[in-house]
């Protein structure tokens, strides 16, 4: 007798005509495909049940017995329903550059993939795509992909070849209190300088060649590996305040720190007398450089030979034709070399010179040309003021108190 449901409840109605679907869908999953067989017997046709995966068929169906199966043996496999008597043997090795995903079971093969830094393509390993500068990873790669590449968007860069980077947001110089002397593009980060150095649209005539060239020569002594706030309290005359010293130590590598420090303390003392020598050292060398007579007539081509012919980072022509459109012509090679200098600090003047010089020859560049930056790299290589710095800072870490480091009382 089956039961009644009241009108007045469709809820129920629902509840038991939704579990009577399931019911009827776990029947059908759960039910057996089938396969005709004729029994070498009676000769009758019968419907036998598969084999599930995993196994295989052992003995087949009669008119009284239905369809027994038994397990794959080892190393053998059977991912679908079948009716087969045996199972297929699981995949021994993977291919070049593959890797094992999944090791073989009873309803599985073994499975391979490519491995890291690889993805397929037909039945290949192929080694995924860089992006190349200027573009970033927006997507990684993966076994079954390569890599998605895009273009950098406005305020980002990739300076360099890469499968994995993303592009990286240009250094705001603004945030740490300082000067923007080279924006970014897409494929170089922002340049940013404490204010001692002039962007190229404006011609200034504190160049500082000499200046940078000085304090270049003392990377040999080793200064970078000394403590920033050590060396402060060691210099001579006023001090630099700390505030600008955090500021340079956040935008600096450690070589640029003692550079754009030692050029902070030599503004800071320029009036003093005690150290007239060290810095009117370094002045008497710029105005050499100004006064050389052979680079006062140079023409656009001219500039832009020697920009080539500069190793390192190169000068943006649109920079060469500022300088020619702001600045009288006498400072033309002062301001390009002063450029350099700037998306170069960390290059040797001298031998950024010399090297130019190399090229020039080698090309037939015109003589005054040649002569001009000879001179030039001349009067920079061979500045007294070298010495003057050399002994000072000798001096200071000979002195073995100005860097020694106090222990705790209690030892």
């Excluded at 007798?1 to 009241?6: E, K």
């Excluded at 034709?321 to 600045?327: G, L, N, P, W, Y």
Aim: hydrophobic content about 30%; glycine content about 6%.
């Amino acid at each position: 007798m089956s039961a009644r449901i009241p009108k007045s409840n469709p809820a129920m109605k629902l509840i038991l005509l939704f579990t009577a679907s399931f019911s009827w869908a776990f029947q059908q999953q759960v039910v057996p495909p089938k396969y005709q067989y004729r029994d070498p017997v009676t000769s009758d046709l019968l419907l036998c049940d598969q084999c599930p995966p995993g196994t295989a068929v052992k003995q087949h169906c009669t008119a009284d017995k239905p369809t027994e199966c038994e397990a794959c043996p080892e190393r053998h496999f059977a991912e679908n329903w079948h009716w087969g008597d045996t199972c297929q043997y699981c995949t021994s090795v993977c291919k070049e550059r593959q890797l094992v995903k999944q090791n073989c079971n009873s309803t599985h093969d073994q499975l391979c993939e490519c491995a890291p830094g690889f993805h397929l393509v037909v039945e290949f390993c192929i080694t995924h795509s860089t992006c190349p500068p200027g573009h970033g990873v927006t997507a990684l790669g993966t076994p079954v992909s390569d890599t998605v590449c895009k273009h950098c968007p406005a305020g980002h860069f990739s300076s360099s070849s890469s499968s994995t980077e993303p592009c990286q947001p240009h250094r705001n110089c603004s945030d740490l209190g300082l000067k923007t002397l080279r924006w970014g593009t897409s494929t170089s980060d922002s340049l940013c300088g404490l204010g001692c150095s002039h962007h190229p649209t404006v011609c200034h005539t504190d160049v500082t060649l000499c200046e940078e060239a000085v304090f270049q020569s003392l990377s040999s002594l080793g200064l970078s590996s000394v403590p920033l706030e050590r060396l402060l309290e060691s210099l001579p005359g006023r001090r630099v305040d700390h505030k600008s010293l955090e500021r340079l130590k956040k935008a600096c590598s450690p070589q640029q720190q003692v550079l754009q420090l030692l050029r902070l303390w030599r503004e800071q003392n320029k009036d003093q007398d005690k150290l007239y020598g060290i810095i009117q050292g370094v002045n008497h060398c710029e105005r050499k450089v100004s006064r050389c007579n052979g680079l006062k007539n140079l023409t656009l081509d001219d500039l832009m030979m020697v920009t080539n012919t500069l190793p390192g980072v190169k000068i943006r022509p649109e920079d060469v034709r500022t300088v020619v459109s702001t600045c009288p012509p006498r400072q033309y090679i002062l301001q390009l070399l002063h450029l350099w200098k700037t998306v170069n600090y960390d290059l040797d003047l001298v031998k950024g010179l010399s090297h130019s010089l190399k090229e020039m020859r080698r090309q037939g560049a015109p003589r005054y040309l040649v002569r001009g930056l000879k001179k030039i790299s001349r009067i920079i290589g061979t500045t007294s003021a070298h010495k003057m710095y050399e002994k000072m800072f000798i001096n200071m870490l000979q002195d073995e108190s100005c860097f020694k480091v106090h222990k705790p009382l209690n030892e």
